[in-house]
Each structure stands twice: as structure tokens, then as C-alpha cells.
């Protein structure tokens, strides 16, 4: 009978599995959304900026003072009351600029800004362990920029004496979900990029002076590339994109590192789809892009499709998954109905 009634819940759920909405009044668009302990913060566009201090089950909205006119692609959560929101745009228009808070977002003020021409940033990493961080902006006169946090993220300046490969015509990391740059907790760092005829992943294992390549993929072009990557242990490693501007195809396999990202293997059953953040959520990799979202199970080596969705980026966050999306897309999926949707179908 407890079997019975077991198998019943899992077969509900399967049936009935959807994202349920937060429930916020917003038209802004996301893509920045990060967690810390029982914080979830959330970035995007009018400068807007949405906290929960209990894990999603209630959240207050904002929009920063100053910064109606930036898109908060990617944040770096430090501790319980500090948090840094990184605008991407154009340093000549005024929209590189990073935002702090120290008192839990009750008040925010310009961390650092740049009107330089030639600066956008794409990502920006922390290292809740070594309390520092890296921030990657487009390459300008043809080399990579990277800023470096330190002093526990209160003093930020460009990275000097970097040595990094030949960069390809066009090259650029994407300032998507804010995943195309993370870093371990050694002090390694991975780097994903697009935008030219081959997409990369770049590794640096001295927190950011000294880059290798470690793979790259034929044949990509100015929209396309990898967007995410993603580390389910020190070994494990993920990479995924796609072509921003056909979201409903994808030619570009995923590609998996099982020795800590010196050698990459195309995954042989990639999704179809432009995918624009990958997370690991055991057992499964699960992937969003604006068209859908799906979950791979690494010991079946099985995908399924999770229910309709249309987020720019996932995280899990203990037993949900929460995704923000465009025009005020934001949702949230049990873990529970993705054990569903596999259990079924066996």
C-alpha cells in the first residue's frame, strides 16, 4: 500500500508539474539571481532589484536609486548584508557601474564606475572562502579586461600583467546569465566565450593573471558561443550555449570536463535549444534558455523536459529551482516534480 500510494504522488505530480509564479508586480526583465544562506537576490533591468531573506518565501522589490537606466546582468552576494550588482552597458553611455550594499540592501551606493569608452562588463565571481573576485568585461584593443575585488570586496581595480591567449576575431564572453565566468574554491577560474568562429573555455589557475585554453568548438559566429558554465565538484564541469538568436535550435553540443577542465568531451545527447544557464542539482544537470528548460540525469544519461518555461537563469535553492525571465518572468519549480517527471517514465 505505501508503494502504491507513492508511485500515486509521483504520478500526480508528473501530471500536474509546473512553475508556479512569485507573484511580483514587475515588467522588468531578468537575468541576475544568486543565493547565500537563506538569501536570494535578484538583478535586471529599470535598475531593479528584488530580495528574500527566507529562502522565496517572501520577497520585497526596489528599484535603486540612481540607476533606473542600468540592467543589473550579474551580482556577487559577500555575506548576509553585503551585495554588489554589476550593470552591463557601455562605459560611454555611463552604464558600467557596480553597486554596494552593507546594510542588506536598505541603501546602495556606486562601488565603481568607469566612462572610459571600450568597458562592458559581462560577469563577476566571488570567493565566499578567499573573500575575493574577478570581474570579466569585453575585450578592448583586442585582450580581455578583468577588475579584481579584494580588501573582502571593498576596494575593486583593474588586473594588470595578464597573460592570456591570442583572442579570435570577435571574441567575447557573454553577459547573459552572469555564468560565463566562476571560480572554484582553489583559486581556478573558468572562462567560457562566443562570438567568433569557435567557442572557447579558458582556464586560469592563479585567480585570473595567467589563462590557458582548454577547448574549443567549430563553428559559431557573432551570436552564438557558449553563454554558462557550471561545476558540480572540483572535477566535474559543464558547458553549454547556444545562438542567442534561434532559440528554439542548437547546433553546439554541451561540453564535460571529469578531470577539473584540462580535457572536454562533447555530451553525446546535448539538448536542442539555445541554452543560456546550466546548474547541478543531484542528480541531475538542468538547463534554461528563453524557449524551455530540460533536466539531465547523469546516471540514467536520460534528458527530460521540464515543464513550460521561458527563464534566462535558474538557480536551486535547498529543494526549488527559481528561474527569472523577461518581462517579469519569475518562477519557482520543486526539485520533487523533477523526480517526477523521471520516475514515470521508467
Known sequence: MRILITLLLFISLSSNAQWIPLGLETQSSFRAIKAY?????????????????????SWSIQQVAGAEKLDFRDLAILN?????LMSAGLSQEKAAKLYKTTNGGQTWEILYETNEPGYFFDAITW???????????????????????????????????????????????????GSSLISKPSNDYFLVTGGSQKARIYQSKDKGRNWITRAEVCCTDSSSGFFSIAAKNKQHLM????????IHENTLPMMESIDGGKKWSPLANSPDFYIEKIVYSKP?????????????HEELKEWRKLPESHFHNIIQVKNMLIGVGGKGQLGKLPIAQIDALFLSKK
Open 37 to 57: 544562506k537563506n538569501h536570494i537576490w535578484i538583478g535586471g533591468t529599470k535598475g531593479t532589484v528584488i530580495h528574500s531573506a527566507d529562502q522565496g518565501n
Open 80 to 84: 548576509d548584508q553585503e551585495v554588489i
Open 127 to 177: 570567493n565566499t572562502k578567499s573573500l575575493d573576485g574577478l570581474i570579466v568585461a569585453d575585450p578592448k584593443d583586442g585582450k580581455f579586461s578583468f577588475f579584481k575585488l579584494t580588501d573582502k570586496g571593498k576596494k575593486i581595480e583593474l588586473q594588470t600583467a595578464i597573460q592570456f591567449p591570442s583572442l579570435l576575431t570577435r571574441e567575447a564572453a557573454f553577459a547573459a546569465s
Open 239 to 246: 558547458a553549454a550555449g547556444g545562438n542567442y538568436l534561434r
Open 284 to 296: 541531475y544537470w538542468i538547463v534554461t534558455g528563453p524557449s524551455r528548460s530540460a533536466a539531465y
